[in-house]
């Protein structure tokens, strides 16, 4: 039985980068290669070797007064006044460049969560906000984290939400539990958005608030710093934050209360687009070490690349590769000409192509590493788990095939 459902017709499509984006992708390959690739290794070997590593690096701060001297600062958002004004499909290979190291996307301003909490300030911030938070977060002198997800709930239905922001008279008061807080331990960490339940009672979509805490207010706690797989991912680290009777004006809640999911929505378009351009870097990254090793080294007489099916792997890889970065620009193509609503598909498909993508290429070269793939001597095992950890990030795979599947079927009713 064939069925009524045609495709929609979409527009050609050119992923060309415009002549803007191309000059900035010359002068960040020579940034990184110049200025960052020298020092990363030891940088991060420094931060592992810390008993506390929530510290304030000079070589990274001294990078960054570098890079936003030549330009190359604030590179993800779109305005011409306060950075370069680059659309996703622009800012994608640049994404990819800064994604190929663990330490270059804060040394350009282009790290998470800070790009997407920047985001929503400038588009749904007041101006009393704007001035008070996104003016020095794009200046880069202060960092910022997103509490979101909760211990104690299934937070990949985030209405599963427990913390509250609840509205008495002239203030919003704060109470609950989050953890995985990216960047909540840096040092310079001032500022923090609180998603909470402000009306039980409402439409499940305009329930839950956002809210912007400085972090010094009273009733807010750093419980504890948490390891993913045994990386700290200093100096932002991941923390556990309570929230005991904070009491903010209403002023801070961003956008007006019950506006959290639309906000939510609009902020994880474009963030998805970054997380997964940055993790095709890594990737990239890790297949050229990949290759050079199974070159260099051999075992029972012969180069790596020529034992055990190394080479077809080697292969496989490179195509998984380009498929995914086409993926990527498609779904970075359509939040520039149709929107979040209409992309909805396209940025569920990356999130859950990408990360696995990304995994299973550094799991190879770690494989091809030997013992050294799993140390701290090669920037692999970091790697894998920053892919590891981003098949839950921003919501597990299984809901984002969910979805896909929704909106795939949807046309066959």
């Known amino acids: 039985m064939q069925s009524d459902h045609l ?3 979409l527009p050609d499509m050119d992923f060309t980068p415009s002549a803007k984006a191309q000059e900035i992708a010359g002068a960040l390959d020579r940034f990184m290669l110049d200025e960052v690739e020298p020092v990363e290794a030891d940088c991060l070997r420094d931060f592992n070797a810390m008993d506390y590593p929530w510290q304030v690096s000079p070589v990274v701060e001294g990078l960054k007064q570098k890079a936003r001297l030549a330009g190359l600062w604030n590179l993800f958002l779109p305005d ?6 680059l659309a996703n499909l622009d800012y994608a290979p640049l994404a990819e460049r800064m994604g190929r190291s663990l330490i270059a996307p804060e040394i ?3 790290n998470a969560p800070d790009t997407g909490n920047m985001e929503v300030l400038y588009h749904y911030g007041s101006d009393e906000q704007k001035s008070q938070w996104l003016e020095p977060l794009l200046a880069g002198e202060i960092r910022s984290a997103f509490c979101m997800t909760e211990p104690g709930v299934a937070s990949s239905d985030a209405t599963n939400m427990e913390a509250t922001a609840s509205i008495e ?14 960047g909540i331990g840096h040092p310079n960490c001032k500022v923090v958005i609180f998603m909470g339940l402000t009306d039980a009672h409402a439409d499940r979509h305009y329930r839950h608030s956002m809210v912007l805490v400085p972090l010094d207010t009273p009733g807010v706690k750093i419980e504890r710093m948490l390891n993913a797989m045994g990386y700290h991912d200093a100096p932002l680290g991941h923390g556990e934050v309570s929230f005991s009777n904070v009491r903010l004006p209403v002023s801070a809640i961003i956008a007006g209360p019950g506006k959290g999911f639309e906000i939510a929505q609009g902020r994880l378009g474009p963030g998805r687009i970054h997380h997964c351009m940055r993790l095709i870097g890594l990737a990239e990254m890790a297949l050229e070490r990949a290759c050079r090793r199974a070159l260099e080294r051999e075992a029972f007489g012969r180069p790596l690349a020529k034992l055990g099916g190394n080479a077809e792997r080697i292969a496989q890889a490179r195509i998984a590769i ?3 970065r086409l993926l990527v620009l498609k779904a970075a193509w359509s939040l520039d000409h ?20 990304a995994q299973d290429v550094i799991d190879l070269a770690m494989q091809l590493h030997g ?24 919501g597990p795979d299984e809901v984002h095939r969910a979805l896909v599947a929704r909106l795939e079927l949807r046309g066959y009713r």
């Open 338 to 357: 149709r929107g979040i609503t209409r992309s909805m598909s396209e940025v569920s498909q990356i999130k859950a192509a990408v990360p696995s993508m």
């Open 322 to 324: 380009e498929q995914a």
């Open 169 to 182: 008279g002239e203030e919003v008061v704060l109470n609950g539990r989050k953890w995985w807080s990216t």
């Open 108 to 110: 350009f301003n282009c």
């Open 371 to 394: 013992g050294g793939g799993l140390s701290d001597d090669y920037p692999l095992a970091a790697a894998w788990t920053a892919a590891r950890a981003l098949r839950l990030a921003d």
């Open 80 to 85: 011409d006044e306060l950075a370069q004004g």
């Open 7 to 9: 495709p929609e017709e």
